[in-house]
């Protein structure tokens, strides 16, 4: 199906241990993005990206780091987990026009224990 | 930075009610975006407005766009269950979408 994939959708991991997130589309989208959703702080973006091997910071890219090689893939890593890592991923992307706003992956819930 | 905040925080509403939820933002708006997220899944687009006065309308949900205000509405008729979740809405700042804090709705019998 066309669209946008996370993986994995759950995970449980050890603090102190190395984590990636991956997101596929397949719309052909040039810009992505990560983004954290937490209660009381809604969404905030970690990480962008405006074209292959192209990224840039968010408001929280402290304790992670971004790659993207390939147009439709956009991998987040988590270098060394700790328990404030612990939210909703969601990865997102959008094409040359702003007009239709950004398409959402489904989110990758992550618990850092 | 541009804020967005989103008011009411959270809202129930018997089935059949009209109801609004309102984005303000810290500086000028120059487009808006709303977002509906179920519960445990992702976001979905609802409407973009780019005009100041523009409106907006999906089925009975409906959305205004006042940049003298720098405050946009979103307005639902006569709610429904399927109308239950987050909404979101989100304004350009820099190269990414800037989210308001969500406001949910719960829609009772």
């Known amino acids: 199906d066309a669209g946008i994939t996370q993986s994995p959708r759950h995970k449980v991991t050890e603090t102190g241990t190395p984590v990636t997130l991956r997101c596929h589309q397949t719309?052909?989208?040039?810009?992505m993005y990560w983004y954290r959703q937490d209660p009381g702080h809604g969404l905030r973006l970690i990480h962008y990206?405006?074209?292959?091997?192209?990224?840039d910071k968010g408001e929280v890219s402290d304790g992670y780091s971004v790659s993207r090689s390939k147009t439709e893939d956009f991998l987040l890593t988590l270098e060394s987990a700790t328990s404030s890592q612990t939210s909703v991923y969601f990865c997102?992307?959008?094409?040359?026009?702003?007009?239709?706003?950004?398409?959402f992956g489904s989110g990758t819930r992550l618990t850092v224990v | 930075s541009q804020e967005l905040e989103q008011s009411p925080q959270s809202l129930i509403v018997q089935e059949g009610k009209n109801l609004t939820i309102n984005c303000t933002s810290s500086?000028?708006?120059?487009?808006l975006y709303w977002y509906k997220q179920k519960y445990g899944e992702g976001l979905i687009f609802l409407m973009m407005?780019?005009?100041?006065?523009e409106e907006k309308s999906h089925e009975k949900i409906t959305a205004k766009l006042d940049e003298k205000k720098q405050q946009s509405s979103l307005h639902i008729t006569a709610s429904q269950p399927s109308h239950a979740g987050i909404y979101l809405c989100?304004?350009?700042?820099?190269?990414?979408?800037?989210f308001g804090k969500g406001t949910s709705l719960l829609v009772t019998p």
């Open positions: 989100g304004a350009y700042s820099g190269y990414a979408l800037n």
């Open positions: 407005l780019q005009k100041g006065g």
């Open positions: 719309e052909n989208h040039r810009y």
């Open positions: 997102a992307s959008r094409g040359a026009s702003s007009n239709y706003g950004y398409t």
């Open positions: 500086k000028t708006l120059y487009g």
């Open positions: 990206s405006y074209g292959v091997k192209d990224t």
